[in-house]
């Protein structure tokens, strides 16, 4: 499967922004979903992720109440909805598509796509 992230930009702290993730060749309905981010000079760390049906979602402790994932099967997408951003949030942000357990695990997921970044100024 190939997955293609957009959606990032520069914006200014409090402001918000939607990304998104489109797979091709393979429907993502299999796999859970996930979103990572990745500053300069950091490890990946995990962001969000879904299950399978988006009937469950998950959060990094950073993030949570100010961002949320979704996804829509029949489109083959998953967004992340990014509000009150903080130029702590400033990272390229990857997508990542999961059949394994560990949604916060990097290691879990086979696909990533490509990266977008996202600049948050004070």
């Known amino acids: 499967v190939q997955l293609q992230a957009s959606g990032g930009g520069l914006v200014q702290a409090g402001d918000s922004l939607s990304l998104s993730c489109t797979a091709s060749?393979?429907?993502?309905?299999?796999?859970?979903m996930g979103w990572f981010r990745q500053a300069p000079g950091k490890e990946r760390e995990f962001v969000a992720g879904i299950n399978r049906s988006g009937g469950s979602t998950y959060y990094a402790d950073s993030v949570k109440g100010r961002f949320s994932i979704s996804r829509d099967n029949a489109k083959n997408t998953v967004y992340l909805q990014m509000n009150s951003l903080k130029p702590e949030d400033t990272a390229v942000y990857y997508c990542?598509?999961?059949?394994?357990?560990?949604?916060?695990?990097?290691?879990?997921?086979?696909?990533w796509g490509q990266g977008t970044q996202v600049t948050v100024s004070s």
């Open positions: 990542g598509a999961s059949d394994r357990t560990g949604i916060a695990a990097p290691l879990a997921y086979d696909y």
């Open positions: 060749g393979r429907t993502l309905r299999t796999y859970t």
